[in-house]
């Protein structure tokens, strides 16, 4: 089950933010996986969701792994401090990064797993950042 902590806005609509460059976390919630943090405000936790879609792509790429020993971040960040268009995988924090525009779009959210999940069984990171096997991410982030 989700739940809801760290919340500073909790139903006001703002997504806060700074002066600098630096984002407000206005949001986290935790769940059995995933550490989700919002830089922007949601209508609705996600928890159960990013559940779900790990467990539609290992089913959908016939793969079952643990996500991690550790709960893997997924931070949900404003669009002006994405450096890729829609998300990102950061190998060496394990961290996902979704731009806030995209918040409820599964498929860019199952790609970054995607990343993940390669990662973990080993793949190569040039075949993982290539996005080989090409079927993988074509096929499952639809699933």
């Known amino acids: 089950?989700?739940?809801?902590?760290?919340?500073?806005?909790?139903?006001?609509g703002s997504g806060g933010g700074s002066s600098d460059s630096s984002p407000v976390v206005d949001w986290s919630e935790t769940s059995e996986n995933f550490n989700i943090s919002y830089d922007v405000a949601v209508d609705h936790l996600i928890a159960a969701d990013?559940?779900?879609y790990w467990v539609e792509v290992q089913t959908?790429?016939?793969?079952s792994a643990p996500?991690?020993?550790?709960k893997v971040p997924v931070l949900?960040?404003?669009a002006d401090q994405m450096p890729l268009?829609?998300?990102?995988?950061?190998?060496d924090t394990h961290t996902i990064h979704i731009d806030e525009r995209y918040v409820t779009i599964s498929i860019v959210v199952k790609h970054e797993m995607i990343h993940h999940l390669l990662e973990i069984i080993g793949t190569p990171i040039e075949?993982?950042?290539a996005?080989?096997?090409?079927?993988?991410?074509n096929t499952c982030i639809y699933s």
Not at 1 to 12: D, Y
Not at 60 to 63: D, E, L, P, R, S
Not at 131 to 137: K, T
Request: a negative charge; proline letters at 9%; one cysteine or more.
């Open 60 to 63: 959908c790429a016939g793969i």
């Open 1 to 12: 089950m989700a739940s809801l902590a760290g919340c500073t806005g909790c139903g006001s």
């Open 85 to 91: 268009p829609t998300g990102s995988y950061t190998t």
């Open 127 to 129: 075949q993982n950042e």
């Open 76 to 78: 949900y960040v404003p």
């Open 50 to 52: 990013l559940e779900r």
């Open 67 to 70: 996500v991690t020993p550790y």
């Open 131 to 137: 996005h080989e096997p090409e079927w993988l991410f």
